[in-house]
């Protein structure tokens, strides 16, 4: 495999894990600071929930030498030039772990990075997950950077998403994960009305004091979802919930961030409850992650 074949690789990957993104391999912008044209391998321009979301892709294909610092520094550099949200490094050949520090505890709290061998990618967080109760499910896919963890850890989540090369407890540990649940519909539970209402007063029994504010947003034609962010005095980071109501069943995926990291990570939200689908699975069906 040479360097042409390599991109090709990664750009027809990608392409298949996110049909429904416009994958661009090859392309040319004008830096915002450098007024000169920047050389990208893979280009994603899209829309997430109401978000223009620009990620850019550089494919090394090094023989024997690993990322490094400078490796790193010099795409953050082109990053920001230009103007990306998201950026991914991808070589053959690893990262000393001063780059993979370098990549992950940047300051830039609007800007992510994210770093991966070629050899991992399939296991790139492109695909997706079922979650079930009863005989609703949906499919759920995680946000850039970070896994799904479909294991049944606690009774109130069907899934988690963290950063991936985590666990769950260490993400939950950092204050810095989301979980997912179906609440199907029933005599109590009649509509999405009726569950807000339902949480809103054991919310306010359990945290007393505690501040509720919702926000709507109308994604698309048919998909609405409702946010709702719950304020308590004692909590170090902030906790957002975003709602989408189906036809027999209520989605839902809690995002806790600390809250230095709200911009980044709320994004991630909304990635989740942009992509998400309803489906009716059989009760031989399993969840898997």
């Not at 990549?103 to 790139?124: G, H, M, R, T």
Request: hydrophobic share 35%; with cysteine.
């Amino acid at each position: 495999m040479d360097w042409k074949e390599y991109e090709k690789t990664i750009h027809d990957y990608l392409t298949k894990q996110y049909p429904d993104f416009k994958i661009l391999h090859n392309q040319t912008i004008v830096g915002k600071m450098s007024k000169s044209d920047r050389q990208i391998d893979i280009l994603i321009d899209e829309t997430i929930a109401g978000h223009r979301i620009r990620i850019v892709i550089d494919s090394k294909f090094y023989k024997d030498t690993k990322i490094d610092v400078k490796d790193v520094e010099s795409f953050l550099g082109m990053l920001a030039d230009c103007e990306a949200h998201k950026g991914m490094l991808i070589t053959t050949k690893g990262f000393t772990k001063g780059a993979i520090n370098r990549a992950f505890y940047d300051s830039n709290k609007e800007l992510e990075l994210d770093i991966l061998n070629f050899d991992d990618l399939k296991q790139f967080d492109g695909f997706g997950a079922i979650i079930h109760k009863g005989n609703c499910g949906a499919i759920i896919t995680a946000p850039f950077g970070w896994i799904i963890d479909g294991a049944r850890h606690h009774p109130d989540f069907l899934a988690a998403f963290y950063q991936r090369g985590l666990d769950l407890m260490t993400a939950a540990q950092n204050k810095e994960w989301i979980y997912a649940s179906i609440e199907v519909k029933s005599e109590n539970t009649k509509s999405l009305k009726d569950f807000l209402k339902f949480q809103e007063d054991y919310t306010k029994r359990d945290l007393p004091g505690s501040k509720i504010e919702y926000e709507e947003r109308k994604i698309s034609k048919d998909k609405t979802i409702t946010f709702r962010e719950i304020s308590y005095d004692k909590y170090e980071h902030r906790e957002i919930t975003g709602f989408i109501e189906f036809d027999d069943f209520i989605f839902y995926a809690v995002l806790i961030t600390p809250k230095e990291l709200y911009v980044k990570n709320v994004r991630k939200l909304e990635f989740i409850l942009d992509r998400v689908l309803p489906l009716t699975v059989n009760h031989a069906d399993k969840n898997v992650g």
